[in-house]
Every structure is written in C-alpha cells, then in structure tokens.
Antibody, heavy 124, light 108 residues
Framework: QVRLVQSGAEVKKPGASMQVSCMTSGYTFSSYTVHWLRQAPGQRLEWMGWINTGNGNTKYSPKFQDRVTITRDTSASTAYMELTSLRSADTAVYFC?????????????????WGQGTLVTVSS | TVLTQSPGTLSSSPGESVTLSCRASHSVSSNYLAWYQHKPGQAPRLLIYDASIRATGIPDRISGSGSGTDFTLTISRLEPEDFAVYYCQHYGISAALTFGGGTKVEIK
C-alpha cells in the first residue's frame, strides 16, 4: 500500500533551519509529484511547494520562495523540505503529500496520500 | 478564492446522516474541489476530488456534490470512524490552491 512516513518532531531556535524528510513506499516514487504543506495552530492548511520527483524540478509558493528548498533522493524514494530563517510563526505541523495525478508532468494540486505530519516548534 | 465551511462543528450520532457545506467566494473552475478527512495525529485522507469523484477505497455512503460556488459533502449512516475534521480544498493551479477552515463532526 502507498505510504508516506515523515521524520519526527523537532524544536528549533529562531533563525535556525529545519529539514523534514518524507520516505515513500508502495508506488513508483519518480512517477508522482510530492508536495509540502503546513498547518500552524488555529490556521488553515497552507501549500508550500512541490517537487517533480522524476526530474527534480520544483515550484514554490511565493510566500516561502526565498526560504524553502525541496529536494529528493530517488534511490531512497524520499523527499525533503528545508525551511531556513525560522521564526515563531513557522511553528506548525508540516505534511508531505502525493499529487493526485499519475502523469508525472501534470500537477493536479490535490493530494491522494499524505504523511502523518511533523510538528516543528520554533521557540527561544 | 476563499472557502467558507459550515457549520464549524456538527454533533451527530452513529447511524445518522450529515451534510457539510463548502462555499467559495468565486466560482470554482472545472469543479476542482476536493474533500479530506483528518483525525488528530494521523495523515489526512482524500475522500472526494473533482467535486464528486470518490477516491480509492472510499465507501459510497460518502458523496460529494455541487458546482460553481456551493459544494456539499454528505456522509450517510455515520460510523464511529467518521468522527473527524473535514476540509474542502480548491485546486487547479498553485495560485488557486486554498483550503477551507474545516468542519468538525463530533459524537453527540
């Protein structure tokens, strides 16, 4: 079965960087785009960006463009999301999710499988 | 496009049916509207996409409908595992990607 398993919770200081991993199984990793989203306490889910796991192309939300980097390791079927210059407003649960399109060059922007979420707390 | 979900919380009993609403501030192109179920500490689960198409493994007692600006998720014969938070999402292009604020379905 399709599974996306994320790395564990983290506590970070303001100004630091964070990286969350998303290990996938149960399908051909390079055939589906992987997205990253987050949900801050009391806030709505928010899309951060995606990576084409086949060719490595990325697209980021303008809100995070200058602070986020999404990468992948095809040999490990794993995607990574790095966010830099952390501030308290970045405290959130971060999710990876598989795009709903089975065509690797078409991004549907809905999400058919999700990781369990990773809580990142930014606090001094 | 802003998505407004109502009610915020819905109390119901197993066996009953519930209807959740998602209203968009602008017309949703091509009915690009999805519904998700989310339980605390778990991965969100896709229920419906393209407004009315059930995702893989979703039972037919869960259905989506609507077009334009008004969309509905109906869950018939509530089962214990249905008590959760439900989100709608508009998609199509990255700039259109927004989520509703959620409806919590709780046990009465």
């Amino acid at each position: 079965q399709v599974r996306l398993v994320q790395s564990g919770a983290e506590v970070k200081k303001p100004g630091a960087s964070m990286q969350v991993s998303c290990m996938t199984s149960g399908y051909t990793f390079s055939s589906y785009t992987v997205h990253w989203l987050r949900q801050a306490p009391g806030q709505r889910l928010e899309w951060m960006g995606w990576i084409n796991t086949g060719n490595g192309n990325t697209k980021y939300s303008p809100k995070f463009q200058d602070r986020v980097t999404i990468t992948r390791d095809t040999s490990a079927s794993t995607a990574y999301m790095e966010l830099t210059s952390l501030r308290s407003a970045d405290t959130a649960v971060y999710f990876c999710a598989r795009d709903g399109s089975s065509y690797s060059n078409i991004v549907a922007y809905y999400f058919d499988y999700w990781g369990q979420g990773t809580l990142v707390t930014v606090s001094s | 496009t802003v998505l407004t979900q109502s009610p915020g919380t819905l109390s119901s009993s197993p066996g009953e049916s519930v209807t959740l609403s998602c209203r968009a501030s602008h017309s949703v192109s091509s009915n690009y509207l999805a519904w998700y179920q989310h339980k605390p500490g778990q991965a969100p689960r896709l229920l419906i996409y393209d407004a009315s198409i059930r995702a893989t493994g979703i039972p037919d007692r869960i259905s989506g409908s609507g077009s334009g600006t008004d969309f509905t998720l109906t869950i018939s014969r509530l089962e214990p595992e249905d008590f959760a938070v439900y989100y709608c999402q508009h998609y199509g292009i990255s700039a259109a990607l927004t989520f509703g604020g959620g409806t919590k379905v709780e046990i009465k």
